[in-house]
């Protein structure tokens, strides 16, 4: 299996433009997460999903951001619009039924000018 | 408020000697608490994940411990190499499935 795949690996957008992030999760797992980790404030959950339904998105900072998991082999997270505070490194995770074992992809460098 | 507290915040150890990572949380109702590492510019990638019923869990040359009672977890890393050098974060879970990460321990293992 080639492993959880993100792209695109580096964003560079302008301010207000809307960013979308995509994820392929390892096939046959079950849960997808996403993640968004800065110096600051290290890693931080934004939004699971369980069998393409979203479960918590508590960590979503605000309705600019947006996800979705149209299939179990599909996911997207959305800022629209993009501020440079967004700039981070966003990560999908993706872990079987019934395990606590995520695993990671490379994660998608975004950076917001 | 659940927070995860790791320490040294970053450390310099020489090729071949042993270091420990610690980890102190505050997370309730607990359900368990994992090691990852994170190479520069990938991933994190699972070393242990331990429940409340295990103190202890080896992986290589990586041993976690965990004392449910004082709400502390080390992280031993035995005879260094120079590719452990990385991030080394902390993460507890909930019974609900929530999780707090720690900021990590930057390691750098200096030939």
């Known amino acids: 299996d080639a492993g959880v795949i993100q792209s695109p690996r580096h964003e560079v957008t302008e301010m207000g433009q809307e960013v979308t992030l995509r994820c392929k999760p390892i096939?046959?797992?079950?849960?997808l997460f996403w993640y968004r980790q800065t110096m600051m404030r290290g890693l931080e959950l934004l939004i699971y999903f369980n069998n393409n339904v979203p479960i918590d998105d508590s960590g979503m900072p605000e309705d600019r951001f947006s996800a979705k998991m149209p299939n179990a082999s599909f996911s997207t997270l959305k800022i629209q619009p993009s501020e440079p505070r967004d700039s981070a490194v966003y990560f999908c995770a993706s872990a079987p039924r019934g395990s606590h074992e995520q695993y990671f992809g490379p994660g998608t460098r975004l950076t917001v000018t | 408020k659940n927070q995860v507290e790791q320490s040294p915040q970053s450390l310099i150890i020489l090729e071949g000697k042993n270091c420990t990572l610690q980890?102190?949380?505050?997370?309730?109702?607990?359900?368990?608490l994992r090691w990852y590492k994170q190479d520069t510019g990938r991933g994190p990638v699972s070393l242990t994940i331990m429940t409340f019923s295990e103190n202890t869990k080896s992986n290589g040359r990586y041993t976690a411990t965990l004392d449910a009672d004082t709400k502390q977890s080390s992280l031993h890393i035995t005879a260094s190499q120079l590719s452990d050098s990385a991030s080394y974060i902390c993460v507890v879970s909930t019974r609900y499935s929530t999780l707090t990460f720690g900021k990590g321990t930057m390691l750098l293992v200096s030939p």
């Open positions: 096939s046959g797992h079950d849960y």
């Open positions: 980890c102190n949380y505050t997370v309730s109702p607990f359900s368990n």
